[in-house]
């Protein structure tokens, strides 16, 4: 098994990009696809990426996502940051036993 | 659109059962894997269990293996899970949520989620 590393928190200013990253302990990043999910105070989580860069319908393209093996990590890239974005995100993904695996979580503030 | 409607969470005393289920629409059910994922109190996201798409094979995290059992009925487009021989550490918010493929490979849309807390 491995496990997924994000830093516990970030903050950017409004209108500023901020990027989030999940290392991955062991195997190769781009062995499995890796998710990001947006969580706001008291409400479901929802998906922002999924496999690696996809947005489901009606994310806004402000929110990009990709993979970089040299650094074995994802990172999750908020552009024209509002404050509406202040949230928790979570990166995800599998290990070859089929189990699923979440990040610890970054708490973004939008200040 | 795509939803997905948890149900079936409650107040249930160490050591008992609930049948968890979540009613999906708006997309072809049969073809996409689901899975149930869970969250503590104030902790971050915990996965649970997987069903594939037609093919159901099922995964569980080591922490309910033995314990909880996933299932779905494609005809009535609803997943469950059972939650069997619960522990107060067991209580937490049961989300399901959809995966991008037939396969589990990760989420591409969430319901609200069902509280089950555990406690005498």
């Known amino acids: 098994n491995f496990m997924l590393t994000q830093p516990h928190s970030v903050s950017e200013s409004p209108g500023k990009t901020v990027t989030i990253s999940c290392t991955r302990s062991?195997?190769?990043?781009?062995?499995?696809?890796v998710q990001w999910y947006q969580q706001r105070p008291g409400s479901a989580p929802t998906t922002v990426i999924y496999e690696n860069y996809q947005r489901p319908s009606g994310v806004p393209d402000r929110f990009s996502g990709s993979i970089d093996s040299s650094s074995n990590s994802a990172s999750l890239t908020i552009s024209g940051l509002r404050t509406e974005d202040e949230a928790d995100y979570y990166c995800?993904?599998?290990?070859?036993?089929?189990?699923?695996?979440f990040g610890g979580g970054t708490k973004l503030t939008v200040l | 659109e795509v939803q997905l409607v948890e149900s079936g969470g409650g107040l249930v005393l160490p050591g008992g059962s609930l049948r968890l289920s979540c009613a999906a629409s708006g997309f072809t059910f049969s073809l996409f894997a689901m899975s149930w994922v869970r969250q503590a109190p104030g902790k971050g996201l915990e996965w649970v269990a997987d069903i594939s798409g037609s093919v159901e094979n099922t995964y569980y995290a080591d922490s309910v293996k033995g314990r909880f059992t996933i299932s779905r009925d494609n005809s009535q487009k609803t997943v469950y899970l059972q939650v069997n021989s619960l522990r107060a550490e067991d209580t937490s918010i049961y989300y399901c949520?959809?995966?991008?493929?037939?396969?589990?490979?990760?989420?591409?849309?969430w319901g609200q989620g069902t509280l089950v807390t555990v406690s005498s």
């Open positions: 995800q993904s599998y290990d070859s036993s089929n189990h699923g695996l």
């Open positions: 062991s195997g190769s990043i781009a062995s499995n696809y």
């Open positions: 949520a959809k995966h991008s493929s037939r396969r589990p490979i990760g989420f591409d849309y």
